[in-house]
């Protein structure tokens, strides 16, 4: 099997963007070449239920029939991944990472094309994040090969599970954990890798229209040093509580700002923010830069990227609650939007919070830049538009 693909593993991703390498290199397209063994057995959803599921998938309630496991052990490294049922329970109730959470996901969707064709969107970019994410829990990274070979062998199994409708998709959700039965706490000597895929619709029910946000005054999600570049499952568990308090205040979602000087904005729930200053073409976008303690989006990556080719300056930068308050006021700040792979582009209308003041954003509406932004990235996941900059990966 071949390595991981970044050399810098064990460097927070700030410093690998400071050092001027970008985190997600275009590396030359990966071909998967993992062997993954089928025993997956009969499939079991009769075609009338899988299309009365596709139909109204809503998000991560329903699994296709299969999933792709393999095994860790401290003594013998991985096993070759295999295809079996995905009604296969296993762990016991020792099982380490439900005690001490060693534990970490990775998600990422696959496209139907109007051409009948299955694609994936950068996926060596969740191969990479998720070995980074290995690192900082004391797991072992699983190869860049296994993790796309675990993806192509799937979606292939359950292709029937990729609904033609541009609006749904295969929501690809990896994953590794402590699966030793032991209550030492210490790196587990087993560990499990599984991808698990749902067909899925909108990710916000209410489609593309804004989102109110609460900002988290009370509860810190990222400190320095801690494990907020990470997607571990620990992360979500302690910002269940803010999330409470957000639907508590009327709030969509919860914006969290930093653990030090507790006045630069960070991230959103499971999403990364981007802020528009000014109008039309002289419109400048910043996104909060890596500080170690937010998640290094994928979708906020590609955006950087595709806003210039669009013709915006797009930077990374620090930016308090005030100036986003003050700025929005004086109208420098015409626009916000959130992003991620689940709900890709999102407005941000509304803000509220307890110490901060609450104010709206765009008088509540999307932002013209927002929806450009969205459509151009939209367009290139589901091949309206023509992948430029190589990000597709042909599955079928
Ligand atoms: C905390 C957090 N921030 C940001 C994101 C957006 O990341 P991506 O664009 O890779 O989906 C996610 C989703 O994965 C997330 O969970």
Redesign the pocket.
Known sequence: MSQNIHANLDVPAAQVVASGQTLYPAVERISAVAGIANNGGAESTSAADRDAILAEPGFGKYFTDHVVRATWNKDSGWTGGELISSKTSSGGFATQALHYGQSIF???KAYRHADGGIYTFRPE??AL?FQRSAYRLALPPVPTDLFLGSIEALVREDQDWVSGDPDKSLYLRPFEYGSEDALGVRPAFDVTYVLLASPVGAYFPQGVKPVSVWISDDYV?AAPGGT?EA?CAG??AA?LIAQQEASANGCDQVV?IDATERKYIE??????LFFVYGEGDNARLVTPELTGT?????????ILTLARDLGYTAEEGRITIAEWREGVASGAITETFA????AVVTPVGRVDSKNSGTWEISGGQPGEITMKIRSALVDIQTGTREDTHNWLHRIL
């Open positions: 990775e998600g990422l970019a969740n994040r999600r907020g997607k992360n979500y910002s969290w991230e959103m729930g499971g999403m990364n937010l998640l290094p989006g994928v979708t906020r990556d590609s992003c991620g792979t689940a």
